[in-house]
């Protein structure tokens, strides 16, 4: 038998506040939530890893719109298996590109830190080596904003 827990339990289990879950739960992001006889909220195991995949896509610059709109996908069934793919294998190229941006930006991170390695060693000032562009800058478009619990 699948266990069911409370959403203090829930909390505890995925770290995350009963504050934010129940923040997930209004912004209807979190489908097939039970109530017991009580009228408390009942969640199980596939709630867990749904919460995880919220918070992921939320991590990875998903909009909560765009969320909203999979929720609805999952909720409508499997006729929808095909426009949800779609929209994850959207949001993943995002992320590809955002992936590529970062590494540039670690790629200087790491030249920096080594022109700075040479001079607090040798005590001398090195020379500024300039380094062919690595292409045009990367056209602008919203950042990835980072995780944070939403007050509702």
Known sequence: MAEN??????????????????????????PGVARDAGRRRVYGELHISWLDLMDRLRRTGMSIAEMREYTALVKQGSGTLGKRQALLSAHREQVKGMIAEWQLALRLLDKKIDFYDEWVSSGKRPAVKI????GPAPKSRPKAKPHRPVKA
């Not at 380094?131 to 690595?134: L, R």
């Open 131 to 134: 380094a062919a562009s690595t």
């Open 5 to 30: 827990f409370l959403i203090g339990q829930l909390a505890a289990r995925t770290g995350r506040s009963v504050h934010t879950i129940r923040w997930y739960e209004a912004q209807g992001l979190i």
